[in-house]
Nanobody, 117 residues
């Protein structure tokens, strides 16, 4: 079992920045990849960025150069630094952990990011 708790969402003006945090607990050694997804109203959930257990990162093309995913192994926390935010970035952001041996994706409850234009 893996538990994920997101924080750091809020209201920000267009062009501003936010840093999201995802604190993980539980069976951490079983996690292969952690990532951030987002879901805007009326849209499907989409991958924003992911980071593997060896530090390899992957981003949705439209986020490259604006968003940065990182991790602090000592704190069991994954971060998403978001810069140059746009109104289109408004969504609920979810933390995800992939445990391949269980074939399970674990999800946090999400944190709302609202970007005002």
């Amino acid at each position: 079992q893996v538990q994920l708790v997101e924080s750091g969402g809020g209201l920000v003006q267009s062009g501003g920045s936010l840093r999201l945090s995802c604190a993980a607990s539980g069976s951490l050694v079983s996690i292969n990849t952690m990532g951030w997804y987002r879901q805007a109203p009326g849209k499907q959930r989409e991958l924003v960025a992911a980071i593997t257990s060896v530090g390899r990162t992957n981003y949705k093309d439209s986020m490259k150069g604006r968003f940065t995913i990182s991790r602090d192994i000592t704190r069991n926390t994954v971060y998403l630094q978001m810069n140059s935010l746009e109104a289109e970035d408004t969504a609920v952001y979810y933390c995800n952990a992939w445990v391949p041996e269980d074939s399970i994706h674990y999800w946090g409850k999400g944190t709302l990011v609202t970007v005002s234009s």
